[in-house]
């Protein structure tokens, strides 16, 4: 829990430069994970997979834009890239 409150502090600090590395990381990683998705076909497993990393994608763009609190945007920031990673594992194997 300490590693938690120690980067959310540090977010939270530079709030600024953290977002805009934070949405251009994220999105590639996504992006990323969306491009192994789409290689697997067009089923309705991969068409889920695809929903996931799109929607905690977007969900983590759409708190900065709404300017939520650095907690839950954080929050959001941390979902999305184990959403991406995950998915991004399963494909690749």
Known sequence: MKFYNNYLA???KGL???TAIGIIGQSCLGSIAAMYV???GVAISEMTQLFL???FCMGYNA???AQL????SFNLLIASILCSIIILIVNLT
Do not use: C, M, Q
Not at 69 to 72: L, V
């Open 53 to 55: 990393v799109i929607v």
């Open 69 to 72: 609190k650095p907690k839950t």
């Open 38 to 40: 789409l290689k697997g």
């Open 10 to 12: 540090e977010y939270t």
């Open 63 to 65: 708190a900065i834009l």
């Open 16 to 18: 600024t430069g953290y």
